[in-house]
């Protein structure tokens, strides 16, 4: 999409600048955040807008490394929660979430610039609108909650090395071809983890349910 005007460019940085500090801002007025770890989704969620904006102005290198920052605060506020029993529900429910957009921003700038095709967030997006959708259903209804998978890390994993690779591909243009092949392969593991998680609701439900006939039937 390399045909945008540079001022149509402009608007969206600015935009997105505006929408996320005012996310940050309304989330800390509305939630009592004590400990670190929220603090480190805090600043996630601050470097989105960054590094959209590096990747829009072709700052690749600087992306690349604010985009390992944001990353590096993901693994860090998990583990400090879990070391020192910090875990809160804002932390519970804004850290996937912070990982969610700083992921689809940062896809979202890269087709902009024309890096990665369009079918790439397309993918993920259904995947992750249909995993919200499921799972606020579930959880209204008090049947099953479900836990993060190793299909579903490993997945994670494959697109934050894709990404990567394709912010440095402009910078080293021997990796432009090997860039697209993850973004293959993180995609293939996205959809088998979306069939794994279903698999184990269905499951998960079908129990529930059973167990509830034989507890009337007792």
């Known amino acids: 999409m390399k045909f945008l005007a540079k001022e149509n460019i402009n608007y969206i940085k600015e935009d997105m ?42 700052q690749y290198l600087y992306a690349f490394i604010f985009f390992l920052i944001a990353n590096f605060t993901d693994v860090l506020d998990g583990r400090i929660a879990r070391k020192y029993n910090l875990i809160t529900d804002w932390g519970k429910l804004m850290d996937p979430l912070a990982d969610k957009i700083t992921q689809i921003s ?67 243009a021997e990796l432009s071809k090997i860039t697209l092949y993850l973004f293959y392969i993180a995609i293939a593991m996205t959809l088998f983890a979306g069939v794994m998680y279903a698999k184990n609701i269905l499951c998960s439900d079908f129990t529930k349910e059973k167990s509830n006939i034989d507890n009337i039937n007792t």
Request: overall charge positive.
């Open 17 to 58: 600048l505006v929408l996320t500090t005012n996310i940050v801002i309304k989330n800390m007025q509305k939630t009592n955040i004590k400990n670190l770890p929220n603090y480190l989704t805090i600043i996630r969620l601050i470097l989105v807008p960054v590094i959209f904006t590096l990747i829009l102005s072709e």
């Open 106 to 172: 940062t896809i979202t700038a890269l087709i902009i610039k024309g890096i990665i095709p369009f079918w790439i967030l397309v993918i993920l997006a259904t995947k992750e609108l249909i995993m919200i959708t499921v799972g606020f259903v579930l959880y209204k209804k008090n049947i099953v909650t479900v836990h993060s998978k190793w299909y579903g890390k490993i997945a994670t994993v494959l697109f934050f090395v894709a990404i990567m690779f394709s912010l440095l591909s402009e910078t080293f």
